[in-house]
């Protein structure tokens, strides 16, 4: 991005502006600051991590924390119920919080919980998180085997309720699978495996069938899934490598099937960086001062406008650009408002 016009930078700002942007995965601590933070940087939207490896119990215990959390800070954050809130979200200058599972162990075996975390709000769950549970296996089992039986109900139900079933840590067998059943399968976070060789990222045939049910693909940004870097010797991605991604699977499955989903960990401390070096092969090694840092250009919520300068400045027209930010995943959300209880 050297040697862009300033003319360039000021079509893209008023382009992200207006633009609905929509992170399609976060997990990082929403503090109250964080969230003016967040809706400082022009978010419209954010898929939320409000579960992953927790009881059912400790689950519903979150969501009504991030309720909570929400009604104390409705100046500046509403709950995503339907895709109608998210576009009045944009337009009182506040952002919509989607709320999402990252693993489906909150089930505890039971279907029927679907409808339970349904009706508190949760939009979207993901199979599994990197290992095996009772639907399926994830991307970090030697051995996938594909769907349970459990898992097929788990996605049948899904499908009554209009909810996104997400296999971005999910392996590539019980992906397919999934895929295969779902009326809405979309990888929320995940890059194309043909450009970073990593086994959270995804293969061509996935990313393509997902696109063929209009699902949609949210680009990475965490630094092992974008480009392999020398991270603990301080090198690291950049936001150009990020556009690759972009641009790849753009080419790959069509401009209506990609969006954001930049997975982001902001206000977390060395206990979540410990959990991740513990697996360098995946989530690569952190930095010399034992850090995760994001590629450059594309390090915190702040610099989401960047990726509006890189499209702009890499050719892409206003429409292609404002489908990738957020209007992607608001046609995808919109297919979620059905089953709005």
Known sequence: MNDVSSSVYERADRLYDQAMVIDGAQASEFTAQYMREVRDAGVSAVLVTVAW??????????????????????DVAILAGSSELITRAKVEGKVAYCLAFQNADPLEGDERLVDAYRNLGVKI????????????????????????????????????LDMLVDLSHVGDRTAAEAIDLATRPVFSHANARSVCDNVRNKPDELLKAVADKDGIVGINAFPAFVRRTRTERGERPT???LLVHIDYVIELVGEDHVGIGLDLIENTGEEEFGL???????????????????????ETVHDLRNIARGMVASGYTDVRTRKVLGGNWLRVLRGTDGSVT
């Open 125 to 160: 769950i993901q199979l599994t998180y990197n290992g095996s549970n009772a639907l399926g296996f994830g991307c970090r089992c030697e051995l996938d085997h594909g769907l349970t039986p459990f898992g097929r109900r788990v996605i049948a139900r899904m499908n009554d």
């Open 53 to 74: 490896n927790h009881s059912a119990e400790e689950a519903r215990a979150r969501i009504s924390d991030w309720r909570v959390r929400i009604d104390r800070n409705d």
């Open 239 to 241: 936001l150009d490598d």
């Open 276 to 298: 991740l070096s513990s697996d360098p092969e995946m989530w690569g090694l952190p930095d010399p001062e034992g850090v995760y840092r994001y590629p450059e250009g594309i």
